[in-house]
């Protein structure tokens, strides 16, 4: 089954203490991007990646980190969390090209808390 | 700047048809997706339009003018099943330029 999933689910945290949200994809996808959803926001992007170690940010990238070492997979690591960082975090990819239409497909999703 | 406006909440009854509309300013235009989103649940995609016009695909319909920055979902005979949060969102450049709107929660009532 084509899918995209994220680990773990849900996440209550400490501020300060490293976490690393894991996002992994079957869909030989060169696209993946990382979301945060807040209510009244919508879905702004952190970090997208283009292709295996292409990376770039995107509108809210500070304090945050992302690589991509495999094609497959594109974790987001927070380094010293804070509760600001408390949200619904989303990974999406797509398939890439000239024109044409690339849907996003999104994972299910992690709920971090921050305390 | 960049905006993408949508109502934030909407109600309509079983059955019904209800449209939930969209307007957007942004830097270009390479396309505008509807998503929809179940309370805790990822967006799945449900629509694509780039040419004006309208795209139907089912009970679902997706209406582009590109010239009014405008667009509108259309959901005909409602189900319970489509009480949701609807998102909008405009290609406003390369594939990862992508803008959201804040969604539309819809609750369909009996």
């Known amino acids: 089954e084509a899918q995209v999933t994220q680990n773990p689910r849900y996440l209550i945290t400490v501020t300060g203490k490293k976490l690393t949200v894991t996002c992994s994809q079957n869909?030989?996808?060169?696209?993946m991007s990382w979301y945060r959803q807040d209510p009244g926001l919508g879905l702004r992007q952190i970090y997208y990646?283009?292709?295996?170690?292409?990376?770039d940010k995107g509108d809210v990238p500070e304090g945050y980190k992302v690589s991509r070492k495999e094609k497959r997979n594109f974790p987001l690591i927070l380094e010293s969390p804070s509760p600001n960082q408390t949200s619904l975090y989303f990974c999406?990819?797509?398939?890439?090209?000239?024109?044409?239409?690339?849907?996003?497909?999104f994972g299910p999703g992690t709920r971090l808390t921050v305390t | 700047g960049q905006n993408i406006d949508q109502p934030t909440e909407m109600t309509a009854t079983e059955g019904a048809i209800v449209q939930i509309n969209c307007t957007y300013q942004?830097?270009?235009?390479?396309?505008l997706f509807w998503y929809q989103q179940h309370a805790g649940e990822a967006p799945t995609f449900l629509s694509y339009?780039?040419?004006?016009g309208l795209e139907e695909k089912g009970r679902f319909s997706s209406f582009l003018s590109r010239s009014k920055g405008y667009s509108y979902l259309l959901l005909k005979e409602l189900q319970m099943k489509d009480s949701a949060s609807y998102l909008c969102?405009?290609?406003?450049?390369?594939?990862?330029?992508?803008?959201f709107g804040a969604g539309t929660r819809l609750t369909v009532k009996p």
């Open positions: 990646s283009m292709n295996v170690e292409v990376t």
């Open positions: 942004t830097s270009g235009f390479n396309g």
């Open positions: 869909m030989n996808h060169e696209y």
């Open positions: 969102a405009v290609r406003a450049g390369g594939i990862h330029d992508m803008r």
């Open positions: 999406a990819s797509s398939l890439t090209g000239l024109g044409g239409f690339y849907e996003q497909y």
């Open positions: 339009n780039v040419l004006d």
